[in-house]
């Protein structure tokens, strides 16, 4: 019988669930609203019952289990959330084996960023790779690292905090303690933060400056190639650390590529030798909001793979 | 019968060779001059002729291979240097299979810093973690990666090139073409150029800075105090990027640990959550010079061990 798998993706807005086979083809998806306030018992029923509904809609196809990205550090082994801002009573919550006893299937978690990073591997803009960085652009910035096609996690699951890179030592303070946050000058909310020193108004966010930009003002074209500047310090530290293939970027301000890549790509190429020698990418992700949906299914399949190999 | 590999470490004035047991005890060690001007087939040669010395030392024993530490980039599945700017004429050349040939034994080549992180890793401040970051602060400043006890070597061999992240944008413009890098703020070569711009004389070097500040020199002081914020500034966007439980430093300025670390620790705390939230660990590598040594010999051991064990 054939593979499939679910990926669960816990969404700012919508609680969203795939039914993914193993050759990456979605068999089924379904969206609900997400309701975090209501604790994570409401969540969990809400996420069970979803996955219900999913799997009798998948006939002939085994399920290898569940993944779920979710937004917050997790600690792996144990399975249980230990932070996250936007989920409420979740910290310390045994979603993992609550889920798992409900459903009777493999469940794994993952952070959302790090689900993102290989669902690009999986099926994105990775998929030649086996080793990637992505960004991931929004309210702050986030990202994954992936390494021989897994997920690098850290020793607390904290790894990939790109956000809180320091790329200007004297730059805008950062909630975290630090200045100069890569979040504080390339995040959607900087974008937004200095369209509004720009003098666009009190209510600027991201899509304003991006608006006024691509119809030629000035100003606004100066805030991108400054958010160009600042992922370029961050990417060419990348790339000398690392020495990967391939760097991607999503998120929000993502449509804005032509905007920041030419002051980025500048920046990169001056800062990193290994980037102006050598064939190394720097591309836009392609999966959109579905990375972390194909990541989230894919780590029952990954995690399944050596076990179908040796049988 | 015990195995033994065999550890070398082209080192900037002394080819260095060391017979180390599987357990890390070294069996017998051998140093002679290096002359590197004389080309690869010259060194190759001076290289065999220590190993078969070293080995009519060891008797009793198994030899599982040889591991080399080299000052360059290594293509390290083809055994070859592709890039050393202190060996000439090594590009290129083959050194593994003209060394494994007249041996006849297995030969691992490694980038010296990595070996040095691995040597740290077996028998080091590491060996208790499996996961950890070694800077080399040296004429330049270098390092190593090492994920689950192995070497993160990147597509190109190019993984770890520290001294090259940026820590200041608008800092000193370095011979990479950057301007700001690690090496420029923290390198002994940075430290003895700041000693100079403090107008200690010419013939200033990072030993004579280090002595003025231990005599209290306030300029002196301050120069090991602009190292340790550059040195801050790196090692917290690594933590913020790796969540490794451990980072250390070694090379010829770790003596003025006591000079810079002040600096160092109220930078990371400042600019890493991670760091100030976690028992992440920054200290001193305590192999020296043997580093280096302890990495190349674990090398054909590590390789060894899955072989044993399934065997």
């Known amino acids: 019988m054939a593979a499939y798998s679910i990926g669960v993706d816990l969404g700012g807005t919508n609680l969203r669930v795939a039914a993914i086979d193993s050759d990456g083809h979605i068999l089924d998806r379904v969206s609900v609203p997400a309701v975090y306030e209501a604790g994570p018992e409401h969540v969990v029923t809400e996420i069970v019952s979803v996955i219900h509904k999913v799997r009798s809609q998948v006939a002939g196809y085994e399920l290898f289990g569940v993944g779920i990205g979710v937004p917050g550090f997790i600690d792996i082994d144990a399975g249980v959330v230990i932070g996250a801002a936007n989920l409420p009573g979740f910290q310390g919550f045994p979603v993992r084996d609550e889920i798992q006893d409900r459903l009777g299937t493999k469940i794994i978690l993952e952070n959302d960023a790090n689900a993102a990073a290989l669902g690009e591997m999986w099926k994105g803009a990775g998929k030649d790779v086996k080793d990637l960085v992505l960004l991931t652009l929004g309210t702050g910035i986030g990202g994954g690292i992936i390494i021989n096609g897994k997920v690098l996690h850290g020793f607390l699951g904290m790894a990939g905090e790109f956000g809180h890179m320091t790329v200007f030592p004297d730059g805008n303070p950062c909630g975290c303690g630090n200045c100069g946050c890569l979040e504080k000058h390339a995040s959607a909310t900087a974008i937004a933060a200095m369209g509004r020193m720009m003098h666009f108004g009190r209510e600027t966010t991201s899509a304003t400056v991006y608006d006024l930009a691509t119809k030629g003002n000035e100003r606004a ?54 980037f102006a020698r050598t064939g190394t990418r720097i591309e836009k992700a392609v999966l959109g909001a579905d990375a972390g949906l194909f990541g989230a299914a894919y780590l029952p399949l990954q995690h399944a793979e050596p076990v179908a190999v040796s049988a």
Chains 1, 2 share one sequence.
């Open 221 to 274: 074209l100066l805030v991108f190639e400054s958010v160009g500047r600042a992922l370029g310090v961050a990417i060419a530290s990348l790339i000398n650390i690392f020495n990967f293939p391939l760097y991607l970027l999503s998120g929000g301000p993502l449509p804005a590529w032509d905007l920041f890549a030419p002051s980025m790509f500048s920046e990169v190429k001056k800062r990193s030798f290994t």
